[in-house]
Every structure is written in structure tokens, then in C-alpha cells.
């Protein structure tokens, strides 16, 4: 037997070694595969395995299952079949094989409690649910009993405990008094996990009469409650509820200490068994006065920090989702000061079966290879047993296609008919696993699931997936074409997907086409054709950035966009991430957002989206609006002191563009009320600063932030700050003595300011006296800032001080001045003066000087006064100007140099000597004269254009020829850009001031340099170019009529109009009926009229046309000839004498008379003769 079981091993293994398996079929959830696809039962939805119902409701155990054909519905309870037609409580919802137990007519929910099983069955299988252990909540009451009241010493430990009545599932355990107020838990009391109440001392204060145990049971919703305990407490000494505190809970009495004990568990040690990935709590309670602490650690390791957690004041530790690894020793210890005691509990980790490799549907084409595997794990090790439509595999029929291998099931080469649904079921005493899975053998011929003809629009260079979905059975083999040429595309550029996808990695231009995917197998073909376009990708190329606006401004948002021209594209703006709504200020256009009037509100981020059909692009930018910063608050003054106070200020918003300084103002109220004026700057990061102030003011203070913006609106006033008064700190400024008249001197200041008067009764003390002469100081005293010392001699220095005072004392006395009595007129005159080293414009002067004495007041300078008298050139008139020139020199021999002299002239001059206020009497009078120099530019040059190779210049003498001209010279060469030519030059004498160039080159333009010539040399340069004659108007305007071109047009006119008047003679005097106007100051009609003989008068707007052929401009602008016909007349009619000579004009002028009252008048023109000939 044994030697049977080896051989049926070997063959088994040498079978799964030689076996090669096919990939399963997967089946596409395609409607129009589904619908035509028979596939056996699937369990899809079922109740849970402990299921607990609520004895209250109806009962209902659902089993869902799908399959093709529908599965049928059976069910079996405590392993028997269960006849659900029999028991007319039980009924089967439609297509489904949910049971619902109802009791409106009766029954016990109790009597339904048992194991039950659903089984889903079609033509290909039978599939199974779990077992469904079903259970009707039970909520007992709690035991009558008698509680003996529980009597116990003040610091003993204590254990109420609670034993709640079993129930399904267990209730939810809590405690509280008679208020229905939970009792309070701390360290020292607290409940357990099996529901008891755990005092690890008894204090005096927890005697009660109602300590209640409530159960609450979730299913039923109610709320049981045990017999309240009274609880008595004995204490040594007197107890008084207002002697407790938490510092001292025994009000000061003496209560025996005891060292830790364990109230739970008890012992040393104990043992816990945990299923895996359940929860794990371990207790431990200790009793001991003071309150024991507890901790825990687990022995040979670290307590699972990520999942571990205490609870209830750490006498409870929790490891959630308990995995093997947690398994050991943990120990908690508890200790107070008097000791400590420790417990060891052990942890086993058990684990109900687990799903290492759960089996899955298996969909076979036949002839096809495949497996079932069913792996799981538990401790213990589950043992595995396959079923097959719900019955044991032993015992069905033998299957030459299928072998059991353990947890392996091997099919090779199944056929048609052996489909069915398998069954794993993995147990061990804690618990167990069912899996159905589905071996079902499928042939299909190939079908296409994708769209017919499909049109796919791809990016150009982007990744391009070509999806073909099919499906077969056998799977078919897919290949794919383009243009329905070549062989199949793989490889390269292309790559076929297993699922029948065709990817171009990188899709160009050159790629568009039509695409045909043609799927393959034994049973038929089937094909599918996608058409691609690659289109350019949409882009932004100009992207909004980043923008800080000051409010009130415009900011503009850059979104420019490339697509592919054949594709239309939308730009929406978003802000922040949500639709911005356009409203009428903000305003968008194919490339940009503008947002005027910027405001808070705008402010944000904001996108551009670029969408076409395909793809989208996107960009975005943040707005910053910026504005002055909102006023400092709160003006708060401290630290006071007499010349300085601190003032602080709470800034205000600065609206996203930091605050650099704030502005102190101040104003007062004695000098100028109301004014508001700068005291002093300060950093933006400051908000409390020391102001120096000075005396007798009464101040009142402002703050201004600035930023980057502007300044914000000013704060709020401080209150009001009054310096005391002092002495003057400053010394009035601007000290001077000077004379006025030659026997006084002046003496002025500037009086102190406002605010350096730092008291009130301000007034000035002055000294003086004459310097170096050893006098006592003169004094006066002064509210004025002048005071005049009478009786001086003339100019005589004076040493000067001052000093300000007010009712608080002087204040400090100024450093001393010299100043000076008044002046006189000077006595000496300068002598000897003279010139030398005369040149075209300047010359040398010298005199002798004068005794300072004399001056009689302080020297300022030797004066001259010097003019042009005349010219040297015959005939040149200029206006006469006197001019002056300073020189200032103490020198024995002074001289100085005199310029700006116009050269060729006759001068004149002399000279004074000149204290501040007077001057001397004038020197001897020097006459001289100026050399000839070169001349002034030409007065005027100008280029003229009278014909296509000719150019007019005209210039005119120089305004100042410095000299006797003697010609002119002109230098002209050809420029183009910054090319020029050689220079031509030509002379001409003085009174020549024009010249005729003729061009060699009609179309070049020229530079001409033009200047006038002395004997000295050639002066002043005066430049132009010449007009370009293509295109300028800068020319002369031809004199039309002296040519004889225009002469011969306008004769062969006057000769048509000759012979057009004959022709009319002739034709009158023949009789034909042409009306004559009877008067000639008749008006013509503006429109025509038919006469009494019913004769028609013609004329026509094209009477005030001009004459075909009129001449024309250079510059294709209409030009009036000068030598117009109109002027050969003299008025009146015009006339031809007997022998044809013209003697009048073209058209007929009205005499003055005639032309009165009848403006509309029209001249009899050639033109209507010949409408009169029609």
C-alpha cells in the first residue's frame, strides 16, 4: 500500500516537471462577451460567519452568486438539507438566494439559531458560502441580590465587583452613582477590564452609598444596572470633608503606608493567548499607600513602539493588528517609595488560517494547461481539502485531466465539459477559510470590443497608445498594420502589447495613417482599423509672471499660445484654483488678462489653460498688490523727562510692502497752531522711540509709515506734552555791523526761531566797541533784531557780540564779530592808464593804483568801463553798448587783459576805483584799436532746386566781417551715407552771393561747407545738403509759363476751341433750334428744363470739371500755372474779333453788377458747346 502511495507521488511530480503551463484567459467585462459567455456560479456576497442578530428584527442571511445561466439557490442548516417551502416564515428573495426569516405571525427568533450553508448551482457548477453560524442577541437581567455594605480602613485596597449577566455579544461595562454621574477614575481608582472597581487605597472621602455597575447591550440598545454598594470607610482620627485637598487627600491625619501589591492579576506570573492580527491587552492594578506607579517592558526586546499604547493611567497596555513577532514576556512593575513589585505575563500568538495564495477563476480554452493553488498559513498549520461542486474531491468521479498535488490542483489538456467550481477549505481549531474558484473551458472565435474605424488625434513627439481590444478562446494572436501594407509592426518605432495595444513611442508626422489590427486563431480572424493624426503641440510661449502692482494700477498677464492650426483651442483664466468671472472691468483678449484698478481682491494666483481637444497647457503667476501702509494706531506716551518722551505706536497693515521708515510730526499750539511739521525719521522696524524735545512747548504728536508705495494717512494724535521752560540754548545767527551812512554802523542779527526761544520775555543783549582800542564794552538791550550805533568815523572796524535771554536766565554769548562803520565816496582816481599788445580780440591794460586810504571803505576792484566806438569797415552799423570788467589787485604795477573784443574796431575806455558803496572819479580815457580777424559765418545759405541737374545757391556777407572781405569760399563733395566723395572747391569774389551748379549726377545728393575770407584767413563755416529731387518738395517751383512746351498746349487748346465755336456758328445759322439765353444774368438751372417749344437745355456737372490734362507738379501735386490763360483778359464777355484773334478769356467774368444776387451764374465753357452740338 505504502509502496503504491511513493509511485502516485512520482508520477505527480514527474508530470508537474514536464508540465508547461498556458497562461489562463482572462475575460474581458465586454456586455457583448458577458452576454453570450457561459461561465459557472460565483459567490459575490454572503453574511458573515458569526453573524448576531437582533431578536427584535426579521432575519435575514444573504447569499448572492452570479453566473451564466443564473445560478439556483439551495441552503442547508446543521448539515442537512433545509426545506425552505416547508416553513412559512422562510422566504427566498428573487434571483437571489438570501433568506429572510419574518415572525409577524409568530415564532421565536431562538428557534432558527444553527449553522447554515448556501449553495449556487448552474449547468457548469455548484458554488458554497461560508458557514453561517447564526446567534439572536441575548440580554439577561441582572441577578437579584443582597449587597452587605462594604466596610474597609482608610488607605486599604479595595475591589467592587461588577460580574455583569452574560450576553451576545458581551456588554459594554461602566460605573456611576445615584446622579447618574460616572464615578471619577484616576490613578488610585479605576475600572477593569473585566468591569470591576479597583481602589488601590480607600481615602475617607470615598465613602458612598451608590456605587452602581451598569451593563449596556449594544444590540438591544438598553442599559442594565446592578444593586448600588455602599461603601464605608473607618478612620483613626476624625474626618472633616473641608480638610481635603489634593496636597494632602488625608486632611492632615496619619494613615498607614504599605508597599505595591498586585490586585490584578494575582501572583507573579500569568499567561495570555492572542490571535493573530486581533487585539492584545494586558492588565495590571496595583494596590499600595502611596498610589503605585506602573511601567512595562517586554523581556529580550523593545515594546512595539508604532503599535503599542497605554491606557487607563498605564495600568493598561494595547498592541494593536498583534502580529508573531509580538509574542514573549512582558512585565509590568509597580513602585512607590516604600518598594516596588513586578509580574510577568507570557503571550502566545495563535493565528486562525490565513490566505498565503488564495485560488482564483480559471478560464481554459480547450486542449489548454493551468492550476489552482491554495496556500495558507496559521498556528497551527491548517490542514487544506479541495471540494469540487461542494463535494469532497475523493469522491468524485476520476478526471484523467485533472491531479491533486497538496495544495495544487493540475489540469493538462482539458476539454469541453469538464467545467465546474472547486472549493479550498484551510482549518485549524481556531478557525477556517473557504475559497470557491471556477475551472471553466471556453471556445470562442476571435471578436473585436473596441469602437469600428476610430479616428485617434496624438501630440507630435508624445508616447502614442494604439488600443486594439480583443478577445478569443484560444487567445488569439494580434498583429498590426498600417496602411494595409508591409508586414506586422514590432520593433523599432513600434511596439505590440500582449493585450493587443500598439505603442509609438515617439508619434511624428511621417506615423499618420490608418492602422489595422487583425487577431488570429483556429477558430477565425477578426480585424479593426484606427486612423492617427499627429497634430503640433499646444503650448504657451509667452507665460504670465509674477507681478507686484500698486493699488489702483493696471496689470496686464502674458498668455501667448502656439497650436496646431487644425485643432481649436480655448484659454480659460483661473484665480486661486477657481473660474474667474470676466465682469466688466477685468478685460481678456486672444493673448494676455488685464486687470485695471487693481484692488486687495485681486490679488492671488492666477492660471492660464490652454485646452484643445487633446491636450492643454498651463501657466500661472502671482498677483502682490501693494498699497500704503494703513496709519499707526494707539499713540501712547511714557517715560517723560524735561527735555524728551517716548512715544510708541502699534503699526498698521502695510499691505504686502514692508514699512522702511515712519515719519514723527509734531505740532504746537503758541506759535503755530494747527501746522504740522517733521521731528524726525525713524527705521520701518521700530515702534517706540525717544524723542528729543525742547523747552517750553506744548507739543502734540503723529505718526506716517512709508513703504515702497507712498506714505499712509497720518495716526491719530498723542495727547498733548508740555515741556518746562530754560534758557536759551542757541546764539542768534547772521551777527554784522556795516554802515548804512558814513557815521553809523548797523548792527543785525536773526532773531532765534520759534521754538529756541524756550521761554517767553525773549530779548537780545548787544555789545560793542572799536576794535584795538581797549574801550569798555558799549551795551544795549533789545526785543528787535537791530541796533544802530550813531556818530562814527568813517569806516572803522568794531568788535561785536551777543547773547539771547528770557525769563529764564541768559543763554549763551555768541563768538565775537568785527564790523565796520559806513563808507565814502573814494578820493584817488587810478592814473596812467594804458594798453598794450593789442590783437584782434583782446589787449592788455595797465594803470597805476591808488592809496587804499583813499578808498574810504572796503576795496572791491579797479572798474572798467570800456565800449566799441566804431568799425574799421566802411559802412558797418551796430549798436553802441558800454560794458564793464573787475579786476581786483593790491599789486605796486597791476595790470589785467580785456577780451571779447569784436575784431577790426576802434575802443575807448577808462577806469574807477570802487568800494561797496561808491566810486572814484573815472582815470584818463584810452583810445584804441583791434586787428583785423577772420569773419563771421554768411548771414543766411540757401539751396535751391530749379531743374532735374541744377542747383541755385544764395548766401549774403557775414553780420560781422571782422575785417575787409576779399571773397568767398565753397567746398562741396558727394555724400552717400557715411560715404563721401572728393571735394570740389571754388572762390568767388566779395560781391558775388550766388552761384548755378550744374549736377553730373542728377540723383546724388551733396554737402556744401560755404565760409567768408579776410586777409586773415577764411572764417566761420555755414553747411547744407542738397534736397534729393526724387524725394523732396524742397525746390523752386518751375516758372511753367516762359516754356515753350506749355506755350504750344495751351495754343493747340485756344485752336480746338476756335473750331468747336465755328462749328456752332454754322450749324445756328442753318436754323436749327438751339435756345439762347435772352438775358445774361439769367441763372443756370441746377437741374434741366424743358422750354414752351419743348426744347431741352444741357448742362452738366462736368462744366466745373478742370481741363483734361492740366499740369502737374514734380511732385505729382496740381500746380496753378503763373502764366494762366485767365490773366490775357481784362473782363467782359469773351469775344473773338471778326478775323478770329482771341480778345477775351476763357471763361466769362460778370460784372459786378451782374454777378449780384445771382451767385449761382455759370461761364459759358467750350465744354457745353459741345453738349449743345448732341
Request: include cysteine; charge should be negative.
Amino acid at each position: 500500500m505504502m509502496g503504491r502511495g511513493v509511485v502516485t507521488a512520482l508520477t505527480l511530480l514527474s508530470l508537474l516537471l514536464l508540465w508547461r503551463e498556458t497562461a489562463a484567459i482572462e475575460v474581458p467585462q465586454d456586455p457583448k462577451i458577458l452576454q453570450d459567455l457561459k461561465q459557472p456560479p460565483t459567490i459575490i456576497k454572503q453574511s458573515v460567519k458569526d453573524y448576531i442578530v437582533d431578536p427584535r428584527d426579521n432575519i435575514i442571511i444573504e447569499c448572492e452568486a452570479k453566473g451564466t445561466p443564473v445560478p439556483t439557490f439551495s441552503w442547508r442548516r446543521n448539515g442537512k438539507f433545509f426545506n425552505i417551502g416547508k416553513d412559512p416564515r422562510v422566504t427566498m428573495r428573487k434571483r437571489s438566494g438570501t433568506l429572510e426569516v419574518g415572525f409577524r405571525s409568530g415564532g421565536r427568533p431562538e428557534d432558527y439559531e444553527g449553522e447554515y450553508q448556501c449553495f449556487a448551482s448552474n449547468d457548469y457548477g455548484v458554488a458554497l458560502s461560508n458557514k453561517i453560524l447564526l446567534r439572536v442577541s441575548k440580554a439577561p437581567l441582572w441577578p437579584k441580590e443582597v449587597l452587605e455594605p462594604m466596610v474597609v480602613s482608610e488607605g486599604s485596597p479595595l475591589v467592587l465587583p461588577c460580574n455583569p449577566p452574560p450576553g451576545l455579544p458581551p456588554p459594554f461595562t461602566f460605573w456611576m452613582n445615584s446622579a447618574m454621574t460616572p464615578i471619577p477614575q484616576d490613578k488610585r481608582v479605576s475600572m477593569g477590564l473585566n468591569g470591576d472597581l479597583y481602589f488601590s487605597n480607600v481615602l475617607a472621602h470615598d465613602a458612598h452609598t451608590d456605587y452602581s455597575c451598569n451593563a449596556r447591550f449594544l444590540f438591544t440598545h438598553t442599559i442594565q444596572q446592578k444593586n448600588p454598594f455602599t461603601l464605608k470607610v473607618h478612620t483613626n482620627e476624625p474626618y472633616n470633608d473641608t480638610s481635603f485637598n489634593a496636597t494632602d487627600p488625608y486632611g492632615g491625619r496619619k494613615v498607614a503606608e504599605s508597599t505595591p501589591t498586585f490586585l490584578s492579576p494575582s501572583g507573579s506570573e500569568s499567561s495570555k493567548m492572542v490571535l493573530r492580527d486581533e487585539q492584545l491587552l494586558l492588565e495590571c492594578i496595583a494596590a499600595g499607600l502611596p498610589t503605585p506607579t506602573i511601567k512595562w517592558f517586554k523581556k529580550g526586546g523593545d515594546l512595539p513602539g508604532r503599535k503599542v499604547k497605554f491606557e487607563n493611567y498605564n495600568k493598561t497596555l494595547k498592541i494593536v493588528s498583534v502580529s508573531e513577532e509580538d509574542a514573549g514576556e512582558y512585565v509590568c512593575m509597580a513602585n512607590n517609595h516604600l518598594g516596588s513589585i513586578r509580574h510577568s505575563i507570557f503571550v502566545q500568538v495563535k493565528a486562525a488560517p490565513y490566505w498565503l495564495d488564495k485560488p482564483t477563476n480559471l478560464v481554459l480554452a480547450p486542449d489548454e494547461n493551468g492550476r489552482l493553488v491554495c496556500r495558507a498559513n496559521g498556528n497551527p498549520k491548517p490542514t487544506i481539502q479541495w471540494l469540487i461542486n461542494g463535494q469532497p474531491l475523493e469522491s468524485s468521479l476520476p478526471n484523467p485531466s485533472r491531479h491533486v498535488l497538496g495544495d495544487t490542483i493540475i489540469f493538462r489538456s482539458v476539454q469541453m465539459g469538464t467545467s465546474a467550481v472547486y472549493q479550498c477549505n484551510a482549518s485549524n481549531e481556531h478557525g477556517y477559510l473557504l475559497a470557491n474558484a471556477f475551472v471553466s473551458v471556453l471556445d470562442m472565435p476571435p471578436r473585436m470590443l473596441g469602437p469600428k474605424n476610430q479616428l485617434i488625434k496624438v501630440i507630435e513627439n508624445n508616447r502614442t497608445l494604439l488600443d486594439c481590444p480583443f478577445f478569443g478562446s484560444p487567445l488569439p494572436e494580434l498583429r498590426w498594420f498600417k496602411n494595409g501594407q508591409g508586414s506586422g509592426l514590432d520593433g523599432g518605432q513600434y511596439r505590440a502589447h500582449i493585450n493587443g495595444t500598439l505603442e509609438i513611442k515617439r508619434a511624428r508626422t511621417e506615423d499618420e495613417g490608418t492602422y489595422t489590427c487583425v487577431a488570429n486563431s483556429i477558430l477565425g480572424t477578426a480585424e479593426n482599423q484606427v486612423r492617427l493624426e499627429v497634430k503640433e503641440k499646444t503650448r504657451i510661449v509667452r507665460a504670465p509672471e509674477h507681478r507686484s502692482a500698486v493699488r489702483g494700477s493696471t496689470v496686464r498677464f502674458d498668455c501667448k499660445v502656439t497650436s496646431d492650426p487644425s485643432l481649436s483651442v480655448t484659454v480659460a483664466w483661473t484665480k486661486d484654483d477657481k473660474p474667474l468671472h470676466m465682469g466688466w472691468r477685468l478685460r481678456k483678449d486672444e493673448e494676455s488678462l488685464t486687470i485695471p484698478n487693481v484692488n486687495e481682491g485681486d490679488e492671488g494666483t492666477y492660471m492660464c489653460t490652454v485646452k484643445s481637444e487633446i491636450d492643454q497647457d498651463s501657466a500661472s503667476a502671482r498677483l502682490t498688490v501693494l498699497d500704503r501702509p494703513d496709519p499707526p494706531m494707539d499713540l501712547d506716551l511714557s517715560d517723560p523727562a524735561a527735555r524728551s518722551v517716548r512715544l510708541t505706536w502699534i503699526p498698521g497693515n502695510d499691505h504686502r510692502s514692508p514699512v522702511t521708515q515712519f515719519l514723527v510730526q509734531f505740532e504746537e499750539d503758541h506759535w503755530e497752531p494747527g501746522v504740522w511739521r517733521d521731528l524726525f525719521t525713524y527705521p520701518g522696524d521700530l515702534n517706540s522711540v525717544i524723542l528729543q524735545l525742547v523747552p517750553f512747548v506744548n507739543y502734540q504728536f503723529r505718526v506716517i509709515a512709508i513703504n515702497a508705495v507712498g506714505r499712509s494717512e497720518p495716526s491719530r494724535p498723542s495727547p498733548r506734552y508740555k515741556t518746562s521752560g530754560a534758557a536759551p540754548d542757541s546764539i542768534p545767527r547772521g551777527l554784522r555791523g556795516w554802515g548804512s551812512r558814513k557815521d553809523n554802523m548797523e548792527i543785525t542779527w536773526e532773531p532765534l526761531l520759534d521754538l529756541e526761544r524756550n521761554g517767553a520775555n525773549l530779548h537780545y543783549s548787544v555789545w560793542w566797541r572799536r576794535k584795538d582800542s581797549g574801550d569798555e564794552w558799549n551795551n544795549v538791550t533789545t526785543v528787535g533784531s537791530k541796533h544802530v550805533v550813531h556818530n562814527t568815523e568813517t569806516y572803522v572796524p568794531y568788535e561785536i557780540k551777543i547773547q539771547a535771554r528770557n525769563e529764564f536766565g541768559p543763554g549763551p554769548e555768541s563768538n565775537m564779530v568785527i564790523g565796520y562803520s559806513g563808507e565814502d565816496k573814494p578820493t584817488d582816481s587810478p592814473t596812467d592808464l594804458r594798453v598794450s599788445k593789442v590783437d584782434s580780440t583782446k589787449a592788455n591794460v595797465h594803470w597805476k593804483p591808488v592809496d587804499m586810504n583813499s578808498v574810504l571803505g572796503e576795496f572791491k576792484e579797479y572798474r572798467l568801463y570800456y565800449w566799441r566806438e566804431s568799425s574799421l569797415v566802411p559802412g558797418l552799423t551796430f549798436t553802441k553798448e558800454r560794458k564793464t570788467k573787475g579786476f581786483f589787485s593790491t599789486a605796486a604795477d597791476p595790470t589785467g587783459i580785456l577780451s571779447d573784443l569784436v575784431p577790426f574796431s576802434q575802443y575807448k575806455m577808462f577806469m574807477v576805483v570802487a568800494n561797496s558803496r561808491y566810486e572814484s572819479p573815472p582815470s584818463n580815457t584810452v583810445a584804441f584799436s583791434t586787428k583785423e580777424g577772420v569773419p563771421d559765418a554768411p548771414r543766411f545759405f540757401r539751396i535751391n532746386r530749379r531743374s532735374f541737374d541744377t542747383l541755385h545757391l544764395e548766401w549774403d556777407k557775414p553780420l560781422e566781417p571782422n575785417g575787409m572781405l576779399i571773397g568767398y569760399q565753397l567746398k562741396y563733395q558727394t555724400v552717400n551715407g557715411s560715404r563721401v566723395g572728393r571735394p570740389i572747391l571754388e572762390t568767388f569774389l566779395p560781391n558775388v552771393t550766388d552761384f548755378t551748379l550744374r549736377l553730373p549726377d542728377r540723383s546724388a545728393r551733396y554737402k556744401f561747407y560755404l565760409s567768408a575770407l579776410t586777409q586773415v584767413g577764411a572764417g566761420e563755416v555755414f553747411a547744407e545738403e542738397s534736397p534729393h529731387f526724387a524725394n523732396e518738395a524742397y525746390m523752386d517751383q518751375v516758372d511753367i509759363a516762359t516754356q515753350g512746351w506749355f506755350i504750344g498746349l495751351m495754343c493747340a487748346i485756344a485752336l480746338i476751341i476756335l473750331i468747336l465755336l465755328i462749328v456752332c456758328f454754322i450749324k445756328r445759322s442753318r436754323g436749327g433750334k438751339y435756345p439762347v439765353r435772352d438775358k445774361k444774368d439769367l441763372p443756370l438751372d441746377p437741374v434741366d428744363h424743358k422750354d414752351q417749344d419743348g426744347s431741352f437745355d444741357y448742362h452738366s456737372d462736368e462744366d466745373n470739371k478742370p481741363l483734361q490734362g492740366s499740369q502737374t507738379s514734380l511732385d505729382g501735386n496740381v500746380k496753378e500755372s503763373d502764366d494762366s490763360l485767365v490773366d490775357y483778359g481784362e473782363g467782359g464777355d469773351g469775344q473773338f474779333n471778326e478775323d478770329g484773334s482771341f480778345i477775351g478769356q476763357y471763361t466769362v467774368k460778370k460784372d459786378k453788377d451782374e454777378t449780384e444776387g445771382n451767385e449761382s451764374s455759370e461761364a459759358t465753357s467750350p465744354v457745353n458747346a459741345i453738349y449743345s452740338l448732341a
